[in-house]
């Protein structure tokens, strides 16, 4: 036992697969050197003596994981859910994400996106910035210090409609240099991913420089795959050789050669199904921002069926919602109707299901990260569900409230690899 | 001008149509007598000197409606939402049902009902309550409290699986003797309404005395309408010579021979839309319930555009929120995903028609109500809405951050037919 152990006592719950939850009433989470060492119903032997906080009647769970989110749309969020998505991006995305050239506004906005990071139940996210440099740098210092672990992405793209959104010849030789900068920032729990728009926004030269970045410095790579039937056919169109929309990243090294999260894939064909399984990519599913965006609805039930590795993505703005808690609603709600309207036959996502993926299925991204199995970072939320529980409820019934009802008002405290991150006001552990 | 006059200063959105919203930055909403003498950019000569309640950067928009809701079902919602229908009935609607036999029970479930629609952003509301005629009349007498006006329905049903649940051969006699003492208890704001749980759970007899009773009273009437297909496909079954589910109450005189709203109306074929149309039938559509239970989106579409009578119900708990904010965001979802997955080419609902259907929409089932137009009831909600704004939104901008991300601490104050029936802890207009 070392000084960097101690324990949490409180009602534990976390994934042990995507269907199978384990719920442990008044158990002990064990920390040790920011892993778990194990979820106790007592507390072992070998574990006497540890200092334990006591959180009493609270919830413990793993911190969530966003796989998918545009920082730079924060602001923005909740504007035009009623729009179609090129009038929502003309309206709304490109001129919003065109400010970014001003460090001094970047600093604004992401100050704003990180701290609503800081206090919501996110412990881990892979972030979308734009084209700017300076200001990406601003948004992974930002970051460091709301306590999350985090890829953020300076995004890629030298084909673009809008002038001021479209990098030029150099697109390539900003990245490496951004690259540098970053490494030189010293950041401990930011690191960066590469980041092609999506392949209509990228030359062929500039998806080639990127594999060719990747392959080198070992980075992962994160873009978006499938979104949307006139995507899917764009994407076709310009690469007629490729098998699918998938196949184009892979020809360029950009599909698993290093880890590789891809966004939305509600629209693969089998073949793009198996080449995301072969080569381990991981998928993002975001089920509000693919309503509110028309997409569609990923077809989750089959990817979980076939082992592939998923997550939730906010997506914001194409979700509205940055709170985890809403994507697990989401998630849910989603393949409902899908199964409804579709009459596919699936079995609708259940409630361990979408916890997972909020959980274990994202965080797989990062290590053995998003559950309480021994080995995992020790990423823990604190959660005060009075205001949401009733006496008689039992301890599944308990989170499937916490998850439908309460708001960040609900975190007491968060853990990252086992520090504290962020303690609300007024929250104590006896 | 009278002292019943007075004035309400802030920025004022209604709904003048289903498309159009009316945005009065800073304007003044006369109310007299209750009801709404008129929206005003400056107060006009004819109401100078008139007591004005400045609330300054507070939004001032209709209260809400919710056309369908289980008041029984509130305790247990957010459990289950990943279940079908069938498994979720029996886990948890009948069971709780079955407790409101117990008066000392139902007050407390009640209560806790009451005190969120006091709290809420709603300010009418049609509710099923169960078979049971004392717990209904408590349920009566806390809305009556609560400060909205409501129609509340002791539910009438002799068929059900569940012994409990299922009324003998008193059930008409019961529902006129529940009638008497809810006219006997002398409240002013809660009327009761006929309520058939639906024509499966109801033998013959009961709905012909139902209808009677309709008519003899001139009573308003609730009940369910095409949710699913089973439930089609069983009516259909029970009923070979009639037209169509919704025929069945026509014959028996529930079905627009006084005002009548039926919740979900997902699967009418077109003569069942004819006859809603032909006979004025209010339809509640229940977006967030439809999806839970994997019924399908309503053709929502479709029936703004025959000119049809369309308002939101939250059907709490097949919908887990109360909150019609969170109806207008899944209005427009469900609409969303019913364009993308059936192909149809319809347009998805704008905001203005969903937040229409939460207001005008719905509130039309209670006479002049749900908007700021002349002569409107003045049900109005104070909001204040600085933790969703920021300085360069305009009012159609708040409005919609205003709804994908208040809650009830956003709620100021809230006037039913002119009077406060809410006043938030600190809230104060200058």
């Known amino acids: 036992m070392t000084q960097a152990a101690f324990a949490l006592r409180g009602n534990i719950i976390y994934s042990v697969s995507p269907r199978e939850l384990a719920c442990l009433p008044g158990g002990y989470l064990v920390v040790d050197h920011g892993r778990v060492a194990g979820a106790f119903a007592a507390l072992p032997e070998r574990w006497q003596g540890l200092a334990v906080q006591d959180w009493g009647e609270a919830l413990l769970l793993p911190g969530m994981v966003d796989l998918h989110v545009h920082a730079p749309q924060y602001v923005f969020r909740g504007l035009g859910m009623d729009l179609p998505l090129l009038p929502w991006l003309n309206k709304y995305t490109f001129p919003e994400e065109a400010r970014y050239a001003d460090e001094a506004y970047a600093h604004t906005a992401y100050s704003a996106f990180a701290d609503a990071l800081r206090s919501g139940f996110l412990t881990r996210a892979v972030v979308f910035a734009t084209i700017h440099s300076a200001a990406t740098l601003r948004l992974a210092r930002l970051l460091e210090q709301s306590g999350l672990i985090a890829y953020v992405g300076r995004v890629s793209m030298d084909r673009c409609d809008v002038a001021a959104l479209a990098e030029g010849e150099s697109a390539l030789a900003d990245e490496r240099a951004w690259l540098a900068e970053l490494a030189a920032a010293g950041l401990r729990r930011v690191r960066p991913v590469i980041t092609p728009r999506f392949v209509p926004a990228c030359s062929p030269e500039l998806l080639v420089g990127l594999g060719r970045l990747a392959a080198e410095s070992g980075l992962p790579v994160q873009s978006h795959l499938s979104e949307n039937r006139d995507e899917v056919a764009l994407v076709a169109e310009m690469y007629p050789q490729s098998a699918c929309y998938g196949a184009v990243y892979d020809s360029f090294g950009l599909f698993g ?35 509110n965006l028309t997409s569609g609805v990923a077809p989750v039930r089959e990817m979980l069926a076939r082992g592939m590795r998923v997550g939730l993505g906010s997506d914001v703005a194409g979700g509205a919602h940055l709170s985890p808690l809403r994507g697990i609603q989401d998630a849910i709600a989603a393949s409902k109707l899908r199964a409804a309207l579709l009459e596919t036959g699936e079995k609708p996502l259940s409630f361990a299901e979408a916890f997972y993926l909020a959980t274990l299925g994202g965080g797989a991204f990062f290590g053995s990260v998003g559950s309480f199995l021994p080995g995992c970072a020790a990423d823990i939320l604190v959660l005060d569900d009075s205001r949401s529980r009733l006496p008689e409820h039992d301890l599944f019934e308990r989170l499937q409230r916490a998850v439908y009802f309460l708001d960040e008002r609900a975190l007491q405290a968060k853990y990252v690899e086992g520090q504290a991150v962020y303690r609300a006001p007024g929250a104590a552990h006896s």
């Open 257 to 291: 050669q290093t880890p590789t999260v891809m966004a939305h894939c509600v629209h693969c064909p089998p073949r793009e199904l198996d080449l995301l399984q072969q080569n381990g990519v991981f998928i993002a599913h975001c089920p509000q921002s693919n309503i």
